[in-house]
């Protein structure tokens, strides 16, 4: 039974409160490991404001890092849901980025016409086809999917580096490798003149698709069906084994987009340092949001000004961008205390 208006809006407003004391929290935590570091950390909250907020640049830059932790959230979630852990948003990335690169390199005596949908199906395909495999694996119950999607996100970037240093080296980059530049034709449109591409409007319809299937179809709520009782969904006659093989390649094909749009709007060439981990940050991203789309759309924002954070603390205050680990750090345990806590209480 779906909740009337003012339930969907009682519960939106808790969430919403949820996650403003969980970033409050966080934040006043992270102010006293900056005070006690002789830092101020009034000033570099202020000067990420008016970076992010204060200017149009500052905005895109904001959009751009959101973009593919919305992809990588939504590949963790989609599994969530029919009791998958995928942990591999990170190689899924990188092989989708790879296969696309495999099409621009073939396709590129053609029009933006043929090779932007060309590079974003090859995108999906190349995440996709890298969880299948560890989805086959759990369905014959060799091996776990949390094992087996961590471990492929040590072989992606190594399957990258090898085209990247041999077949694919452009001969122009002779001190740092990397594939040939995409033609024009290939590169995803930006929008409004900014930094912010196209690849936000894909994000936002899988996040979309996301909530759609769930709430509104049966595959959805037969996906809700497995995810509390997969024997008890298996004794109703639901495809349990279909169920995981579609969901885990559909989840990593929603990585894989985030590659593409890594190497066709960002990069514009395949390189061995795609990412700096964005599919362990959408995972934790999507954990936070427990799986939820408007709680998807938030954390990412959220750990998208996080990084705003660590940046200007780089510039203001001289400290290395691997504090914001501990920011992230400190939302995570608080939220684990707060489940716990309300674990115990019930």
């Not at 779906?2 to 929290?25: E, H, I, K, M, N």
């Not at 990588?72 to 989609?78: H, R």
């Not at 900014?194 to 037969?222: D, I, K, M, P």
């Not at 964005?278 to 924002?301: C, E, H, Q």
Request: proline share 4%; net charge positive.
């Amino acid at each position: 039974m779906r909740p009337d208006g003012a339930t969907f809006w009682r519960l939106l407003s808790a969430r919403a409160a949820t996650f403003a004391f969980v970033a409050l929290l966080a934040l006043s935590a992270f102010s006293a490991l900056l005070l006690a570091a002789g830092k101020n950390p009034w000033q570099a909250y202020v000067d990420t404001l008016v970076y992010v907020f204060g200017n149009a640049y500052g905005f895109s830059e904001l959009l751009v890092r959101m973009t593919p932790l919305l992809f990588t959230a939504v590949a963790a979630a989609l599994p969530a849901r029919i009791g998958l852990i995928n942990v591999g948003g990170e190689g899924q990335l990188y092989m989708g980025a790879w296969l696309a690169t495999a099409g621009e390199l073939a396709l590129q005596n053609h029009s933006a016409l043929v090779l932007l949908p060309a590079l974003t199906v090859l995108g999906f395909v190349g995440g996709g086809l890298w969880a299948l495999l560890p989805a086959i694996l759990r369905a014959l119950h060799l091996v776990n999917e949390t094992i087996s999607t961590l471990l492929l996100n040590y072989v992606a970037p190594l399957i990258v580096s090898y085209f990247i240093f041999g077949p694919w080296r452009s001969p122009e980059s002779s001190s740092y490798p990397e594939s040939p530049a995409f033609v024009d034709a290939a590169r995803l449109p930006t929008l409004f003149h900014s930094q912010v591409h196209a690849g936000l409007l894909y994000a936002l319809a899988c996040l979309l698709l996301y909530w759609l299937t769930l709430n509104r179809t049966r595959f959805g709520l037969e996906m809700r069906a497995i995810g509390g009782n997969a024997e008890a969904a298996r004794r109703l006659g639901i495809p349990v084994v279909r169920y995981m093989l579609v969901v885990m390649f559909v989840a990593g094909g929603v990585a894989g987009l985030a590659g593409m749009a890594e190497v066709s709007a960002i990069q514009g060439r395949l390189v061995a340092e795609l990412s700096p981990g964005y599919g362990y940050v959408g995972f934790l991203v999507a954990w936070l949001a427990g799986t939820g789309a408007g709680g998807i759309l938030a954390m990412s924002f959220l750990f998208a000004v996080l990084s705003s954070v660590g940046d200007m603390l780089q510039i203001t205050q001289s400290l290395p961008y691997a504090v914001i680990n501990i920011l992230m750090a400190g939302i995570l345990f608080i939220v684990l205390g707060r489940r716990t806590m309300g674990g115990a209480a019930r």
